[in-house]
């Protein structure tokens, strides 16, 4: 099951209003069998009304993450990490061999 995460949130003042979130920084991860994938991406929120608008200090995860799977295509970015893990299915991954040679040597 993937999991989404906010990164961060960019912000700016517009007439009245402060700390108007503008920009989302958002993460995917997956993981199956051990191996993983991630996806990091960013958009831009459109202008907001006054009358939408919520204080910074009072936004919640979920207030976030609703404009985010209003303005992305979470099944394709989930359907894309799971097509590059099952890429990975019969591959192996492994640390460098000069790395165990630096911590053998300590």
């Known amino acids: ?10 912000t700016k003042n517009i007439g009245t209003l402060t700390d108007v979130v503008c ?6 991860e997956e993981t199956l069998n051990s191996k993983s994938a991630k996806a990091i991406g ?6 907001t009304s006054s009358s939408a608008f919520i204080q910074f200090e009072d936004l919640t995860e979920e207030n976030v993450m609703s404009w985010v799977e209003n303005n992305v295509n979470k099944t394709e970015i ?4 799971q097509t590059m893990i099952n890429s990975m299915a019969d591959k192996d991954i492994k ?5 165990s040679k630096v911590l053998e040597g300590a």
């Open 23 to 28: 920009k989302i920084f958002w993460k995917c």
């Open 1 to 10: 099951m993937a999991i989404w995460t906010i990164e961060k949130m960019e």
């Open 95 to 99: 640390t460098n061999p000069w790395d």
């Open 78 to 81: 989930e359907n894309s990490l």
């Open 42 to 47: 960013d958009f831009e929120l459109p202008s």
